[in-house]
């Protein structure tokens, strides 16, 4: 092997490599922004709740409409996935449901609002 040969490889070496790295910090990136962005918005749980109007019917613990159940112990009553699926169609658990359906609230937002009515 010349040397002119042992460069060229060491160069594509390097070169693959420096690929990789980019590949993986980007990869890495784009999970963290991810991670931190899902946690970001499982903290808005009561923000979600209230601008989406789920107490214009729902109480929670004391605030709230008196058309619908009231929440303040639906921890007691139901697991997070029951909520969360109650948000995205209401009509699953109850065919005659009253309540609209949230199909709009990511996976993200809706166990958002199901950690803050669970806690
Ligand atoms: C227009 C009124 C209305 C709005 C707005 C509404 N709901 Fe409801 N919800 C109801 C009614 C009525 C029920 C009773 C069961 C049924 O009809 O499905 C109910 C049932 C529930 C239950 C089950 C309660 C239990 O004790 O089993 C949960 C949890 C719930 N709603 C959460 C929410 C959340 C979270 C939002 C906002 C994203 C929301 N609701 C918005 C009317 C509403």
């Not at 040397?3 to 160069?11: E, S």
């Not at 979600?48 to 109007?53: H, N, P, Q």
Request: aromatic residues 12%.
């Amino acid at each position: 092997m010349s040397y002119y040969d042992t460069t060229i490889y060491w160069h594509a070496y390097t070169k693959m490599n420096r690929t990789k790295i980019i590949y993986i910090t980007a990869v890495s990136a784009i999970l963290a922004i991810f991670i931190l962005s899902s946690l970001q918005v499982v903290s808005q749980g009561k923000e979600i709740f209230l601008s989406e109007g789920c107490a214009d019917c729902h109480s929670f613990k004391g605030h709230g409409g008196e058309t619908a159940p009231d929440l303040t112990a639906v921890g007691e009553r139901r697991s997070t996935l029951w909520i969360m699926s109650q948000i995205k169609d209401p009509k699953s658990h109850n065919p005659d449901s009253r309540m609209p359906e949230f199909g709009h609230l990511s996976m993200f937002e809706r166990y958002a609002i199901a950690h803050y009515l669970k806690g």
